[in-house]
């Protein structure tokens, strides 16, 4: 790969290490402040800025969220996943804002190949993502949640823990309960509070020359490819939907003070984002084991993890570098990032080169085995 970012803080001490260069053939040196796309570790942001308008009850957490998106009122589920999307049951029930924290909501990625389902095929002509995050591509967030409203559920509300759609979702209640866009309400309510000046959904010209280019392993050729330029990219210009799944940038310092903050119950410094209850309630494992079992991202994942409001959380060690209680999220363009309140200890690893698949690459596991072997005590 080009270059990584790496960041390991323990108490009172941070290290961090720049490596390599932010493009290939590019002089420009990967910096401390270089810009990535951080991908699903948006989800945990998200999550925070829903849990705020729990907070001031402008969200419940178990009431249905068809009051804010009508779109969802009156769902229907498919029958069978292979079936046809006209074969379909009434839902048992409404989605409520908790379904869509858990990723519960009965929507979500299919980890089978393209065109496998009939659903798949309808979601990925709708513009409904169903791969690497494409924020020109996707429709602004109202049509985008009418045309999700046209399509049956995959599983009925509550049942089984489905990937990523529940995130595209709660961009849109987010924005619709606060009664402003969803960036301007995360500049407002945990950005700037925080100070994480170089995080949004896009990068202004100002700092282009700090956004690292992404790269991938093309489809087509099996070569390694530029996935996304930084100037005249998909992350130079606002967004047609501000996606809260997968389409914030950010650096290893501003994820850090989130993080950070994550760690400190709700707070950083004199600023409190959240109240220690609801950093607790988020950061504990809310999946029931039936739920976990008719759940599949990754073979025996849950075997040993749990799903919070937004993050992961380790329920059984199975590794020095994954002690009971550590939670955080990985983004599958190239970032990880993990919270340990045992040793108060947060890693980060930034890099521009996508994942291949949902089991993290070889780089990804070294880096925590290595930020763990360093604990002298």
Known sequence: MPGLVSLVSRRDEVHVDAIGVQALGDREPMRRDTIFRIASMSKPVVAVAALILVEECLLRLDEPVDRLLPELAGRVVLKRLEGPLDETVPARRAISLRDLLTFRAGWGIVMAPPGTYPIQTAMSELALFQGPP?????????????????????????????????????????????????????????????????????????????????????????????????RGGEWSRPPSFPSGGGGLVSTVDDYLVFARMMLNRGRYGTERILSRPSIEAMTTDQLTDEQKARSGLVEGYF????????????????????????????????????????????????????????????????FWTLAYQAIEE
Not at 163 to 171: G, N, P, W
């Open 134 to 230: 494409r924020p020109s591509t996707m429709p602004p967030p109202d049509e985008w949640m009418r045309r999700l409203g046209t399509l049956p559920l995959m599983h009925q509300p509550g049942e089984r823990w489905m990937y990523h759609i529940a995130s595209e979702v709660l961009s849109v209640l987010i924005a619709r309960a606060s009664g402003r866009p969803l960036e301007a309400f995360l500049r407002e309510r945990i950005f700037d509070p925080l100070g994480m000046k170089d995080t949004g959904f896009s990068v202004p010209e100002s700092k282009l020359d700090r956004l690292a280019t992404s790269y991938w392993i093309s489809p087509r050729t099996g070569a390694l490819a530029v996935f996304d330029e930084a």
């Open 303 to 366: 075997d040993g993890h749990g799903w919070g409001f937004g993050v992961s959380v380790v329920t059984r060690r199975e590794s020095p570098a994954a002690p009971l209680g550590q939670f955080g999220w990985d983004g599958g363009l190239g970032t990880s990032w993990r919270s340990d309140p045992q040793e108060d200890m947060v890693g980060i690893l930034l890099t521009q080169r996508a994942w291949t698949s949902p089991t993290p690459p070889p780089v990804c596991a070294d």
